[in-house]
């Protein structure tokens, strides 16, 4: 089961740092936002919305961690990290779109990470 | 004193503090007055006699990251000069509380974005005023420029 629930922080990580790193070299040759960054960006939202839910169904479970506060807060911003990096990239023409999409990326794996800290029963 | 309607820069009129580079500087900058706006939140509302200095500081950093990415997305000559004064005093605060977290630990039992100068955020908010003031200052420069 762990094994399970821990597949898909560390997809998360893996495809947000391969996100980022894909971005940042789309930013370093000088392109701008394209199809597949928010392709990319999709599934990076799909893959944070099954989190939400399978975190979702642990707090229904009736255990929670002693700072629900901060894991209520994590589940409403998960989700609207790539919409918002992806509306912000968009408004972009130059290069810099794509680093936008490289921060939400980064951030990404950095909320797993986090998420694993305020709960550690959250596997990365 | 440069007034945009009289003096029409060259460049396209989107040109502004917030696009180009500055499109990552705001994006970062929203993301930094997001998260320590909902964190001192939560340190204030939950455990305020835990960490009373910190927990304020914290509030300040994120009072000081919302004007700063609110003024450089705004990008006005006026919003420039509060972009400036709001990455300065960020710069300062975070050597200052920097140097403070590391000189006397037991004031601060709980972190703070600014404590041991970021490092809890890669460093991130060391970096960032050195990159937004670099950046309003290409722009102090042009618009001194343009107005000759």
């Known amino acids: 089961m762990s094994s399970v629930n821990g597949a898909v922080p560390t997809t998360i990580i893996v495809a947000g740092l391969a996100l980022a790193g894909y971005a940042l070299l789309m930013t370093a040759l000088n392109r701008r936002m394209s199809v597949i960054l928010l392709g990319a960006l999709g599934v990076l939202e799909i893959l944070l919305l099954v989190e939400v839910g399978i975190i979702v169904a642990k707090l229904a479970g009736g255990t929670h961690p002693a700072s629900l506060a901060t894991l209520i807060g994590y589940l409403i911003a998960m989700p609207l990290v790539p919409v918002a990096a992806g509306f912000w990239g968009l408004l972009e023409r130059t290069r810099w779109g794509p680093a936008v999409i490289a921060v939400a990326g980064l951030v990404a794996a950095v909320l797993m990470v986090r998420l694993h800290q305020i709960w550690p029963i959250i596997h990365v | ?148």
């Not at chain 2, 835990?50 to 950093?61: I, K, N, R, W």
């Open chain 2, 1 to 148: 004193m440069s007034d945009p309607a009289t003096s029409p820069e060259p460049a396209a009129r989107a040109d502004s503090t917030r696009t180009g580079p500055g499109r990552l500087l705001v994006a970062v900058y929203g993301l930094f007055a997001l998260s320590a706006s909902a964190r001192a939140g939560v340190q204030i509302a939950t455990k305020f006699g835990h960490a009373p200095v910190a927990y304020v500081l914290s509030a300040f950093a994120a009072v000081v990251y919302i004007l700063a990415t609110v003024t450089l997305a705004v990008g006005s000559p006026v919003a420039r000069r509060i972009a400036i004064v709001s990455c300065s005093v960020e710069l300062a605060g975070v050597l200052a509380v920097g140097t403070w977290s590391l000189a006397d630990p037991a004031t601060f039992p709980d972190a703070t974005v600014w404590s041991g100068y970021g490092s809890g955020y890669g460093f991130v908010p060391l970096v960032l005023p050195v990159f937004g003031l670099l950046w309003l200052r290409r722009w102090t420069r042009r618009a001194r420029a343009s107005t000759g």
